[in-house]
T-cell receptor, first 113, second 116 residues
Framework: QKEVEQNSGPLSVPEGAIASLNCTYS??????FFWYRQYSGKSPELIMS????GDKEDGRFTAQLNKASQYVSLLIRDSQPSDSATYLC?????????????FGAGTQVVVTP | DARVTQTPRHKVTEMGQEVTMRCQPI?????VFWYRQTMMQGLELLAY????????DSGMPKDRFSAEMPDATLATLKIQPSEPRDSAVYFC??????????????FGSGTQLSVL
């Protein structure tokens, strides 16, 4: 079992609609979570971080965290064609020495005009 | 504009050859991570450093891979000998190391490695 799980997609979303992405993680010791966006052929780019249970909003993006359920989600409101990319969920897992950021396989989002 | 710089961008080599990839982290960042990305496995953590000290390299095939950070401005990932299964995109990422759990990573453009 991978430590961070995501549906691979593709998730097809009409322009202007809400895209909803889900992620689960296995390590209860994980304390912080991140969403990265990766365009085809490019490097991952950080778009959201969340550390506490609840919602965190930044522009059209909302991250949600539920540590009891070990569940993280990302909502993209008013989806645009430029949002078409792969979205990577990442969990920071502490270790004896420091910690490491583990990524899910990513969910491909396709926004259709 | 602060960014992580990786060289080379592309590398084509033959099986058995040595490959060295270089990374210049963002100035002031004290953690450096090496990841490998393939279609099948996604992003795999290979090794990471904090304040130039290696903290974890359990994700690396030890017999052929090595990672070093000779100074604060340079991290290297070496493969010797290279094999076709090493073909992937190798990313370096650096972070400010504010504290465990608060590591926001910034990625370089990656090295696309093809081993024939």
């Amino acid at each position: 079992q991978k430590e961070v799980e995501q549906n691979s997609g593709p998730l097809s979303v009409p322009e202007g609609a809400i895209a909803s992405l889900n992620c689960t993680y296995s390590d209860r010791g994980s304390q912080s979570f991140f969403w990265y966006r990766q365009y085809s052929g490019k490097s991952p780019e950080l778009i959201m971080s969340i550390y506490s249970n609840g919602d965190k909003e930044d522009g059209r993006f909302t991250a949600q965290l539920n540590k009891a359920s070990q569940y993280v989600s990302l909502l993209i409101r008013d989806s645009q064609p430029s949002d078409s990319a792969t979205y990577l969920c990442a969990a920071f897992m502490t270790t004896d020495s420091w910690g490491k950021l583990q990524f899910g396989a990513g969910t491909q989002v396709v926004v259709t005009p | 504009d602060a960014r992580v710089t990786q060289t080379p961008r592309h590398k084509v080599t033959e099986m058995g050859q040595e490959v060295t990839m270089r990374c210049q982290p963002i100035l002031g960042h004290n953690t450096v991570f090496w990841y490998r990305q393939t279609m099948m496995q996604g992003l795999e953590l290979l090794a990471y450093f904090r304040n130039r000290a290696p903290l974890d390299d359990s994700g690396m095939p030890k017999d052929r891979f090595s990672a070093e950070m000779p100074d604060a401005t340079l991290a290297t990932l070496k493969i010797q000998p290279s094999e076709p299964r090493d073909s992937a995109v190798y990313f370096c990422a650096s972070g400010s190391g504010r504290g465990p759990g608060y590591e926001k990573l910034f990625f370089g453009s990656g090295t696309q490695l093809s081993v024939l």
